[in-house]
């Protein structure tokens, strides 16, 4: 068994008459077109397996009558698995027993839905306290934990309006609240947001993620709106026909899409957005390693002029950048006659770019900086250069095959 | 009439004439149940001057509707003691409500049955068709003959006929609670009995408050016609008045029976429909003068 919050393993839902039969039948490398002509069964599911990290975002996407929604809802068994297992912390969601799985649900997980699925003739706060007065806690209680995630999701003082006297956005406010209110671990969200106008939208992510910075939970957040996925997942996991066709990293899954179906998905998605330093740096700039003796400025001078370079940067036998400087001042100090080494005041000190820079942080510092900016990896050791025309040229030549 | 190829009629007559041979002890203690419950209520209503209950409604009326409503209630229902017909109209209040009461009781619980089992529903469909539909004069007959007459027949005949749609309403309401608000419920760990009445239930409340009001006004129609098998109240001055061609006593008493449908109508129907706050009614303004404060 793998290790994980949450942890399929080879889930199948079938509709229909004999699902066993379909299972068997789908192993032996029948299409799930014609188990449905000759059978009259409906794969919806079909050998699904993957786990969710504690903590993580993980974002189910695919298009509509892929699986996800009903995938979701074999997690929390709002749909009975037709074979296969789900262990949430170990145990086996699947074959638990009725009784066992309520406390659960009370316990440990909630859901956000499409609709919102507000009770409408129950106030906001009375909403919000759902999962709690459920689960029998006292009225004090409940009352007083729904009105403090009322107040994290902003709303407390709209805890005695009726939900239809809120907007859609507030609304989802209050299906989020309610899934809150019983401080679950993990929380199932159903195309939570896709109801919403798209600034709404964007302002509810923000919800979340800022929820997420103080308590971590895991949620499984279904979608179809591939900027929504990039933006608050940690990993997408993509379904086609029922099944997982990839798990991965937003990064990982522009640059190695399993199929054009995936590739499709990104395809509206500006992927140059989603460059970091480490993939626009270069080799463009001459590096001299200052070991214990500086480089001498004479030679650097000719060698730059030879290679058509403007600046060279300096870095120590570790490896580590030292500063940067550029042809012109080199050229100068020549002129001055002064046979000197270059090091300490004469080199100009750039802050380095971490290797996984967004884009956006990487033109933001390009466009104050004059020359090019050193790259870094995870060890501090220096290990590209970012030029203004390096970045156009690749912005606009290749983008991300 | 042509010559009949088979007889379903006769088979009907033997089978009541069976169930009055051998069964007429059970129908004796249902029909003293009913008759004690019945009485019940009458006598309830009867315990306050006219003046006390027509208060009542009005300040009903004023709370659910409005102010316009109100006085509409009091005007009717002067109106109906001017003309005499109070202690009559009271009567068939109570008839009305004991056969509502009673349907209800049967009707929401198999309402909430059909709405659970395919099965139930399919079964009980046809006959709740036949209930409603089968002209009522044919069962008051069957009804006086295993009840005997009085208002007993009177009110088995109105919970048949008014019966439907609560039964109907109820299931209608509970299959059609949209389908994530049953999920939220399941999700956040409802049990069955729990997803029944704090979700599936309120989420109904508008279509079973229309059945409800379809139950009354139904059982308010009937209850006048069973006053053929001496039901009592104002039924008995409609029939009365047919009898004696007294088109003057037909009005008075017809129009007594549609002011009292109309009030029950409003009333009833002012609690499917959940309050809003710019409804004209004195409650909600006196809410709102004390949320200023």
């Known amino acids: ?37 000759e059978k009259g069964a409906v794969i919806g599911v079909s050998d699904v397996s993957f786990s969710v990290e504690e903590g993580e975002i993980f974002v189910l996407m695919g298009l509509s009558g892929s699986g996800k929604s009903t995938l ?44 919102f699925a507000l009770m409408p003739s129950r106030s906001v706060l009375d909403n919000a306290a759902f999962g709690l007065e459920v689960a029998g806690k006292s009225k004090k209680v409940r009352e007083e934990r729904a009105m403090r995630v009322l107040k994290q999701v902003g709303l407390d003082t709209f805890a005695h309006k009726m939900p239809h006297e809120l907007s859609g956005g507030m609304q989802q406010r209050v299906g989020l609240a309610r899934a809150l209110a019983v ?90 957005r989603y460059l970091t330093a480490g993939q626009l740096m270069a080799d463009s700039v001459p590096i001299y390693v200052h070991n214990g003796k500086a480089p001498d400025a004479q030679t650097v001078c000719q060698e730059l002029q030879d290679m058509d370079k403007h600046y060279a940067f300096i870095v120590d036998e570790h490896n580590n950048f030292q500063g940067s400087i550029s042809l012109e001042k080199i050229a100068l100090l020549v002129e001055g006659g002064s046979s000197c080494g270059l090091d300490g005041d004469v080199l100009k000190q750039i802050s380095p770019l971490a290797e996984d820079t967004p884009l956006d942080q990487v033109i933001e510092r390009l466009v104050d900086n004059e020359g090019p900016i050193p790259v870094i990896d995870e060890h501090g050791h220096y290990s590209g250069a970012i030029s203004k025309g390096r970045l156009l040229t690749r912005l606009q030549g290749e983008s991300h095959e | 009439m042509s010559e009949k190829k088979l007889d379903l009629g006769s088979w009907v007559n033997d089978i009541v004439q069976h169930l009055l041979d051998n069964y007429s002890d059970g129908f004796d203690s249902v029909g003293a149940v009913v ?64 056969a509502t009461l009673i349907s209800l009781l049967l009707g929401i619980p198999l309402g909430i049955w059909a709405a659970r089992s395919e099965r139930v529903a399919t079964i009980i469909r046809p006959i709740l068709d036949f209930m409603q539909t089968m002209p009522a004069f044919v069962y008051l007959i069957p009804a006086a003959m295993l009840f005997g007459l009085g208002r007993v027949p009177g009110i088995i005949a109105t919970v048949i ?42 989420n109904a409340m508008p279509s079973i408050m229309a059945g409800v009001n379809q139950t009354i006004m139904m059982a308010l129609s009937m209850v006048i016609i069973a006053s053929m098998v001496g039901a009592g109240g104002l039924g008995n001055d409609v029939l009365a008045s047919i009898q004696r061609l007294d088109i003057g006593l037909g009005f008075e008493s017809g129009m007594a029976v549609v002011l009292l449908a109309i009030i029950l109508d409003r009333i009833t129907e002012s609690f499917g429909t959940p309050q809003t706050a710019n409804r004209s009614s004195l409650f909600s303004w006196v809410n709102s003068k004390l949320q200023r404060q």
């Open chain 2, 35 to 98: 008759n004690g419950f019945s009485e019940g209520i009458e006598w309830v209503l009867m315990l306050p001057p006219a003046w006390l209950l027509i208060a009542i409604f009005v300040g009903l009326g004023l709370w659910r509707i409005g102010y316009k409503f109100a006085i509409f209630t009091a005007v009717a229902f002067v109106l109906i003691v001017l003309t005499g017909f109070w202690e009559q109209t009271v009567v068939t209040l109570g008839l009305t409500f004991s």
């Open chain 1, 183 to 272: 401080d679950p671990s993990m929380i199932i969200m159903d195309e939570a947001f896709s109801a919403l106008d798209p600034l709404k939208r964007r302002e509810m992510q923000d919800v979340l993620l800022e929820l997420q910075k103080t308590d971590r939970r895991t949620i499984i957040f279904v979608s179809h709106d591939i900027e929504e996925a990039m933006r608050i997942g940690t990993r997408i996991g993509i379904m086609e026909g029922g099944k997982l066709v990839q798990i991965g990293t937003p990064q990982e899954l522009i640059d190695n899409p399993a199929n054009d179906y995936v590739r499709n998905f990104f395809n509206t998605v500006d992927t140059n």
């Open chain 2, 161 to 202: 006929f008014a019966m439907p749609p609560a039964v109907r309403l109820t299931n209608l309401g509970i299959r059609q609670v949209n389908k994530e608000i049953i999920e939220a419920g399941q999700s956040f760990g409802c049990t069955p009995r729990q997803l029944l009445f704090k979700v599936q239930l309120p």
């Open chain 1, 1 to 37: 068994m793998q290790s994980g919050k949450i942890v399929v393993e080879n889930l199948y839902k079938v509709f229909g008459p004999q699902p066993q039969e379909a299972i068997e039948l789908l192993k032996q490398g029948w299409s799930k077109e014609r188990i449905l002509a």
């Open chain 1, 72 to 115: 979701i809802r074999l997690i929390n068994r709002l749909v009975e698995p037709s074979d296969g297992n789900v262990y949430i912390d170990g145990q086996n969601v699947a074959k638990m027993p009725k009784a066992e799985l309520i406390d659960l649900r009370r316990r440990d997980m909630s859901m956000v839905f499409q609709s």
